[in-house]
């Protein structure tokens, strides 16, 4: 990371041309958020994985998630661009993995009205007991070493 | 105008990002396939064609077509067999070990069930068509458990 300000707010990376800096922000955004969603779905599905894990460790891809969004950010303005926006897309990974099989599989309507609302909640609960903390926890505690850490 | 180096760090995270990303792919992969599997599952056809009288009681056969892409175990048939809504079987679970359906295969699952008292005699005064097993397979995904019900009844011997 080079920094052309003390603070480290902005950097020189955002002197380069507005379609290259959003370019490198979509496809930053698109990758972590890609990343922290997959994980959130894995992490809530244990069930399906043929391999026996440690539960703990599947929160790492959404924990490291946030860490990456910071770490791979030019600067602190970049960041907070990045955390928001990976965090975002990966609830939207998160719960279209999870509502899927409801469009996938033509399931009849009515059949469509009856699992929608108890699926919905199963992935809401999940997004705040789980995805938030972890990939938040990430994000900041990456922010906060970075403040003491060059 | 300066873009970054791309310093031995950068090389670092962007290596072990692809990393993380890698692994959590194809456990994503796995994770998406069960969970599909398991919403179809509950669809797959369950069809008694056959029932024989044995030494020990009574064994009925049960088509089972598994539509998904995951195969299905089947460790334990809820299922019972009725004489003119008589339950003639013993009415108790029973346990089926290593029976599963491949992924897209049609296969035979013979479930061996006790004879409450009086059933066989019960069965054996039956008349054709009257005769139906009824019930459901508990089944397992990878470890989702997921319920089959048998779809047509009426069987002949």
Partial sequence: MSNSTSSGWSSDVERTSYSRRAGRFLVLAGSIGVLAGMGGFVYNSTQFLAADVDGRLLLVPMFAAGVFA?????SLRQSVRLGIAGFFVGLAVFVGAWLAPLFVLSFPNAAIDLLLPSMVGDVASAAFLNYSPTYLSGYLLAVSTGAFVK | MRVPERTTKRVALAGAFLLVFGVTTVTFAQAVSGHIA????????????????????????????????????????????????????????????????????????????????????????????????????????????????????????
Wanted: aromatic share 4%; charged share 25%.
């Fill in chain 2, 38 to 157: 398991a919403m179809q599952a509950p669809s797959a056809d369950v069809t008694a064609v056959d029932y024989e009288v044995t030494d020990d009681g009574l064994d009925v056969t049960l088509q089972v077509h598994n539509p998904t892409t995951e195969a299905i175990a089947v460790p334990v048939a809820q299922v019972n067999a009725y004489v003119d809504d008589e339950m003639v079987s013993e009415g108790t679970s029973t346990r089926l070990d290593g029976v599963a359906v491949d992924s897209g295969a049609t296969q035979n699952v013979t479930v061996p069930l006790d004879f409450r008292d009086g059933g066989l005699e019960r069965l054996q005064t039956a008349d054709a068509g009257q005769v139906e097993v009824r019930g459901q397979l508990k089944s397992k995904v990878v470890e989702e458990t997921v319920y089959l019900s048998v779809d047509r009844t009426e069987v002949d011997e």
């Fill in chain 1, 70 to 74: 910071h770490v791979l950010a030019p």
